[in-house]
């Protein structure tokens, strides 16, 4: 079972200095898959920059010539809490190029599944705009070219970042090829991701969300996946997952008050493994989105690189257990709001 990972140094080029979103992230996680021995098992895939063609896919020029300028020109703020440097558009070109590469290895049968270990995130970014941490959306610009350069009819996006993917919903909302599927705090930045927002037209019951309580933890996250996941992958029937994995929900990380631990990210990476195998093939790619504390987010990856690989992932949490417990909150008549609403 051969698990590729996409890395580059590249993308520390994105040097956004004191913010959270920042190489250290990278490096830290790296440095723990190394000192694990588990990057010998695994499968080296080199990034390449996304073709403008590729990027066209997904962006509008004008977005796509606004980030390389701003880039150019030495760095500076797109919105509120989103920076470039010099070095930020080759890092977003290989970070969006990287993800569509790993797709494109597993599509082709190189791989069997890969974990994108890229920066900066995507799934905030629009068709038009940069925001939230997010230049290009890499996810999306991967599921689009598995659309539109090989063929495949029916990509399924899961995103469990503790943020709506709200770029990533916007792109695909009247998409019938790409089903879009979110886990999420609410309420909470940026805002979208309400049980109503479920598509139009042909991409009517395409987007499914699952807005969360804050303080919800792994038991609120692992019955979602089974109860409404699962059931939604099934009647789609994709043939590839890629995975928007955002380990900001981890209990550590101060940017949710979610009380996910390293276990149930281990164990979400296996309901997402086992839903690739019984579905399409195993294909399934991960693509790093958020994850702001160091080691909850390194431990974090590791597990779930663990999972793919076919390794028994520890249940217990290194950083110790959640302050706030997690897995009390009663998100039934949630979950049935969203069954209703997706006859599912
Ligand atoms: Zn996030």
């Known amino acids: 079972m051969s698990v590729g990972l996409v890395y580059d140094p590249v993308f520390l080029g994105h040097d956004t200095g004191d913010h959270v979103e920042n190489g250290r992230r990278l490096e830290r996680t790296v440095g723990l898959l190394g000192s694990s021995d588990l990057r010998r098992g695994l499968v080296s895939v080199a990034p390449e920059p996304a073709s403008m063609e590729d990027l066209l896919r997904v962006h509008s020029a004008q977005h796509v010539a606004r980030v390389d300028r701003s880039s150019s020109s030495g760095g500076g703020w797109l919105d509120g809490d989103t920076v470039t440097s010099p070095g930020s558009y080759e890092a977003a070109l290989y970070a969006a190029g990287g993800v569509a590469r790993a797709a494109e290895a597993v599509i082709n049968g190189d791989i069997e599944s890969a974990f994108a270990l890229v920066r900066p995130p995507g799934h905030h970014a629009t068709r038009t705009d940069a925001m939230g941490f997010c230049l290009f959306n890499n996810v999306a610009i991967a599921a689009r070219t598995a659309v539109q350069k090989h063929g495949l009819d029916r990509v399924l996006i899961v995103d469990f970042d503790v943020h709506h993917g709200n770029g990533t919903q916007d792109i695909f909302y009247s998409d019938s090829q790409v089903m879009y599927i979110s886990t999420h705090q609410y309420p909470l930045y940026p805002g979208t991701g309400r049980v109503e927002e479920t598509g139009v037209a042909g991409g009517l019951d395409h987007t499914v969300n699952i807005p969360l309580p804050p303080w919800s933890g792994d038991g609120e996250y692992l019955r979602a996946f089974q109860e409404i996941i699962v059931p939604a992958a099934r009647r789609f029937c994709p043939q590839i997952i890629l ?16 009380q996910v631990t390293v276990g149930g990210y281990a164990r979400m990476a296996a309901v997402l493994k086992r839903l690739a195998e019984e579905l399409c093939q195993g294909r399934v790619v991960f693509a790093l989105e958020g994850g702001y504390h160091l080691d909850a987010l390194a431990h974090s990856v ?40 997706h006859g599912l």
């Open 302 to 341: 590791k597990a779930s690189i663990e999972v793919l690989l076919g390794l028994p992932a520890g249940e217990d949490d290194p950083l110790g257990l959640p302050p706030h417990g997690g897995g009390t909150m009663d998100i039934g008549p949630l979950l049935q709001r969203i069954k209703t609403a």
């Open 243 to 258: 995975v928007s994995a955002g380990y900001d929900a981890h209990w550590a990380d101060n940017i949710s008050s979610m």
